[in-house]
């Protein structure tokens, strides 16, 4: 009997095979990075939120008020007016209306007193004002930045020095008359008051009082004679 032929496995069976892919794990890790994303925003937006509101109690608590800034006194130091004919014209003596053009020539001393109402300190720029005539610009004073303390009152010297500031016709003739025959120049002095109210080192957006001051001079006394000053509000 011959024996019965056997596989060399056994039962042979097919297999088949699939093929394999491996797994990664890019969208798994682009969810877990907008899930952090998405938890950062919610805590900076937390946090910006809580400032604020803690912000916004300070300010309700203190109550800022608008600060005052006046000019207190103004000093005439010197002022001269000439004409092309005269180099040193004596106003009181000069009767000529008609000139074609005139200088003047002007230092002024300015004081003014910056009060500080509020339970916090308030932070000023640097200010600029200008003395104006007959809406002509004359010259120009500037007032460094400095910063205030609370319930505090600061005085604030500037000086304005005109050279030999030209007039021409109508003007120079409206000088001359007022030099001569009214003895009384009106000047006007203009300027920007920027200042930032600070709560625990936090400064405030910036806010701004504008000064508008009309003021007489004698030229005969070399004196101030009548000095009246506006604001026209605080705003940011």
Request: charged share 15%; net charge positive.
């Amino acid at each position: 009997m011959q024996p019965r032929a056997t596989q060399p496995n056994g039962n042979h069976r097919l297999q088949h095979h699939h093929p394999y892919y491996p797994t990664t794990s890019s969208s798994s890790s682009s969810a877990s990075f907008k899930g952090c994303c998405c938890c950062l925003f919610l805590l900076f937006s937390f946090l910006a939120l809580l400032i604020l509101a803690v912000v916004l109690v300070i300010i309700l608590a203190v109550k800022p008020k608008k600060p005052q800034f006046d000019l207190q006194q103004v000093g005439v130091q010197y002022m001269g007016i000439s004409t092309p004919t005269s180099t040193s014209l004596d106003p009181a003596s000069t009767t000529s209306a008609a000139a074609t053009s005139a200088s003047i020539s002007l230092t002024i001393h300015m004081l003014f007193t910056a009060v500080n109402p509020n339970k916090v300190g308030i932070k000023y720029r640097e200010s600029k004002f200008t003395v104006m005539y007959r809406g002509i610009p004359l010259g120009k004073a500037s007032v460094p930045g400095f910063y205030q303390e609370a319930h505090s009152v600061r005085n604030i010297e500037a000086n304005i020095a005109v050279d030999r500031a030209n007039l021409m016709q109508a003007d120079a003739a409206n000088l001359i008359k007022d030099a001569s025959l009214n003895d009384r120049i009106e000047l006007r002095v203009l300027g920007d008051v920027g200042a930032k109210i600070r709560v625990l080192n936090f400064d405030s957006p910036g806010v701004q009082v504008s000064v508008d001051c009309a003021i007489a001079i004698s030229p005969s006394k070399q004196a101030l004679t009548s000095k009246q000053c506006g604001f026209d509000g605080f705003s940011v």
